[in-house]
């Protein structure tokens, strides 16, 4: 026997959407649908489709999600997105999203721990490296002709209070004219890059003196001789 919603013609949207959603996987789906009568069926067809749609878009949304949580936890790549208000890169009130793997990069496991604020990563930054990075960012997103790219190395205080070097890059969608809208990036961390770096540069600058000296040692013996 065809089933009639609420026994009763004409019953009100919300109960049929709410009746609609109970139904969680297409095999279930189907076959309420089947148990409908003309009147019922004629009714729901719009939110079936709606229904059905929906339920493919929140399908790819966590099938993309579990592939860029895939994507992070084997690069080891952290990712961040923000939704610019007003066009102030650094406004309080801009929508944040640091990724898991963002988090676990700086120690952290949660977002309590590491709240989806601005002012995380501000907070966090290297006293000597802050200025540089705000402002390279700054310039970025206010570029409305978009050739300024968001690319820098700086120190970030972990959550056992140690400073590591990272690299990030980002990049900035506009409306018609050139203002911030949305802006998405990466953080890497390069740390032992930067040290080995460092070690290097050292290296060099302390075997440029050794020849240094060794020519001076060498242009006094001549003027003594």
Known sequence: MPFALENEPGPPVEHILAW?????????????????????RARLQPLRAWWRREM?????????????????????????????????????SNTIFWSRSFRRLLGFTTQEEFPDRLGSWISRLHPEDAPAVLEA?????????????????????????????FRDTGDTRRDADGKPLWSAGSLVDVHESVMNREAWDRAESLQALKDALARREEQLHLAIE
């Open 20 to 40: 609609l959603m109970r139904s969680e996987d297409a095999p279930r789906e189907e076959e309420a649908w089947s148990r409908l009568d003309g009147w019922a």
């Open 56 to 92: 493919a878009r929140r399908i790819r949304a966590e099938s993309l999600a579990r592939r860029l949580e895939l994507y992070e936890d084997h690069t080891g790549v952290g990712l961040w997105d923000m939704a610019v208000v007003e066009q102030d890169p650094l406004n309080p």
């Open 137 to 165: 960012f700054r310039a970025h997103l206010l570029d409305r002709r978009g050739g300024t790219s968001y690319s820098v190395e700086y120190r970030l205080r972990c959550r056992d209070g140690s400073y590591r070097w």
